[in-house]
């Protein structure tokens, strides 16, 4: 369970870093790093990969945190970790990306019920895998980070509708293409 930061403190924090102070810009890097590596991590879908690009990310926003203005903090480290991942894609030609958190997978009970969970979270990821980059981009920020669509319109360079649009398409697309399947492992 996440610790309650206010907004206050998080601007207090931003503008004590903005002076110099690393103490109060390793509370924000705790603050969004787990996040941040979590959306690179289902985008990247290597574990390496995320913590180098996360690593990345903090390094840039450390070296930048003067000329932010913005009012969204979360989403301009986002923008950040997508230019990152966008990079480094560049400088690489990596395999095939994507994966969904472990915390997809429902707590269950019994053994039966821990079982079908997995099953049907290595289905998810399977599927999400498949779903062009633009629409696996606003999902998982979508489904991991419970963005708003104005933030992530922010992060994905992108209009506001354009990203409701993208994660509706998404869901959609991942309903028809597992319904069956995870209707067929309920036990």
């Known amino acids: ?20 102070d690393r103490a109060a810009f390793a509370r924000l890097v705790e603050r969004y790093w787990s996040r941040i590596f979590r959306w690179l991590y289902g985008l990247a879908g290597c574990g390496h990969r995320a913590e180098d ?3 990345e990310v903090f390094c840039k926003a450390w ?3 003067g000329t932010y ?12 970790a997508r230019n990152a991942l966008i990079d480094h894609r560049r400088r690489q030609r990596p395999a095939a990306s994507g994966a969904l958190l472990d915390e997809f997978a429902a707590a269950a009970p019994g053994p039966l019920d821990q079982l079908v969970a997995q099953e049907n979270e290595v289905l998810l990821r399977q599927a999400c ?15 991991q980070e419970e963005m708003h669509y104005a933030d992530m319109a922010q992060v ?4 506001e509708e354009t990203a409701r ?13 597992l319904g069956s399947q995870l209707d067929s492992k309920t036990p």
């Open 53 to 55: 690009l996360t690593q």
């Open 1 to 20: 369970m996440r610790r309650s930061v206010e907004p206050q403190d998080e601007t207090n924090w931003i503008r004590q870093a903005q002076a110099g």
């Open 63 to 65: 070296e930048a945190l």
């Open 165 to 177: 649009w993208r994660v509706f398409k998404a869901r959609r697309w991942l309903v028809r293409c």
């Open 156 to 159: 994905l360079d992108i209009t």
């Open 129 to 143: 895998r498949r779903l062009p980059e633009p629409f696996r981009e606003a999902f998982l920020l979508w489904a």
């Open 69 to 80: 203005e913005a009012d969204h903090f979360r989403g301009w480290l986002f923008r950040i």
